[in-house]
Structure formats: C-alpha cells, structure tokens
C-alpha cells in the first residue's frame, strides 16, 4: 500500500479541533510533538529579530495511505484556520514503507 | 550513497532494548524524541475518545544507507514487540542527503 | 512549487548562530524541537555504552522552495560547525506538498 506522511505545524489552541476533525473523517493514530517555532509561515509579513522568544506551537505526524493525504490535509487546515498570521502550515511527504510492531505487517490504515 | 530515514514510534519501556538492538547491529547515530500518540496504530481495533488523554511514547529516528533500512527497520520492530495494542510503528522515509557537520562531507554511517 | 525539507541536528549550543544565519540568507519559517541524541552522527570514533546519558541535542525543520535547500543545509552547517566530535548532521527530504493554514494555498517562501 502507497503511504504518505502529514505533518502539520499549527498551533496549540487548535489540537483540539484538528484531533477532533481526524476522528471524524477516520483517522485514528497520530502522533503529537511539542515545538516551537517562527518566523514567515507562523507571522507572514512580519518581521522578527533573532533573538525574539519562539512560539510554541504542536506538531501533528500522521501516516496514511497515500490516496487519503489530501483529504487529511485538508481536515487539519479546517480545524486550524483562523485567517491571521500564525496559523502554520500542513506538508505531505513521501513514505516508503510503514510496519506495525504488534503483527510485523505492513500497516494497512491510519 | 543512497540514503533513507527510519522512524519508529514505540512505547518508552520499549526504548532501553531497542538502543540495544540499534548498537548490536552497528547503528550508533540516532535520536530520540518524546511524543505523545493516540489511535489505531497505537490500539487497533479499540475505539478512541477525542478527549481521552494521549499516551506517552517516543520517536526515533535514524539515518542509515537505504539498503540498512529494512534491517534497523525490523531490529527496531523486534525490540519493541509484545504483540497486545500500543506496540507502535516503523516508518521508512526517502532522504536525499545528509552532511556531517563535522566534515562538511556526506555522512557515510549510521 | 517543488519543495524540500531540511532536518538539522546540532549542538545546543549552536542554535542561536543557526537562527540568526537562517535569518541572513532569508529564510524565517522553521520549527525547533529538543531531542536527545546519540552516537557515530553525534561522536563519529567513539564507542558508546547502550546505558550511556544521550546526548541533548536539538532539531530545526525548515521547509524550503528546493532549489534553496542545499544552501539551507550549508548555512546551518557553517553555523553549527566546530570541528569537535558531536557537530551533528543536516539532511534533506523531499517533499510533496506545504500548504499555508491561513491562506489555504500552497506555500511559496518560508
């Protein structure tokens, strides 16, 4: 099965919504990372200095087949939007291949 | 040299043995990450609530030479294994380059 | 837009210098994460014990027009070079796709 990794950077206030939103289209692993981060995909049109603070902000890592990708884009970009800066950004990259520990198959859903 | 990412996702007490298969099979760069994951991957065939809490977990993830992959791949799968939900995953990835900050010149090993 | 990912791993230490020569070179989006780390990427000739502290290392993730990557890579690798054992490394993955969660189109710098 062809898979693909999504990555979402949004912020803290909208995991919520956007682990709610994965629910509701099927989705049901995912992973979670604390991070922090700046500058133009968090306040485009701003300017930072170096040594300003970073903002904290969660990672979202999801593995799906790859035919699902968009639609899991998608769901986090919904959730997350709120149409002012900082909102972050949600990629897709390529995966080879993703094994389940508990059977040593392929994973076959999400 | 043709290079990939392996990512694990596992359960900490996992952690201790999996560090010592990746070092028996000549794996000694890695990193780890602590996480938190939630859902099929983690316990299929379970359902999940939004607002249950997230287990903890972490992430590795090595560098190797593309044709080691299967191998830390399932070094990592059988260090982690209990075969009841929440055992985890293992991602490969595609990785175009890595440099050694040290030498400036492509990493060569693990 | 073809898009690439750049993935440090590098000293503490260094990541006030990388910040602030990502920042010369034009680049202001990218995500810090703390991680551990441990072995031949991070000590490339020395042994290490399975039951060693790991290392406290960080990540930056840095999601770039493609064209741009290598001299992403290059600039974190002149900021976090020492020459020491422990420098770390810098890697590039393909990317498919980065979508702005405010403007619900695809990225274009950042």
Known sequence: ????LVVAI???????A???KLQQIGVRGFTVIAVRGRGEVFAPGHDFLAHDPLDDEV????YVAREQARQV????????HTGSEGDGIVAILPV???VSVRTRAEATSG
């Not at 099965?1 to 693909?4: G, I, Q």
């Open 1 to 4: 099965m062809d898979r693909a």
């Open 18 to 20: 956007a682990e709610n």
């Open 96 to 98: 080879e291949s993703v």
């Open 10 to 16: 949004i912020r803290r206030t909208a995991l919520e």
């Open 73 to 80: 884009l998608e769901a986090i970009v919904d959730a997350a």
């Open 59 to 62: 990672k979202i890592e999801v």
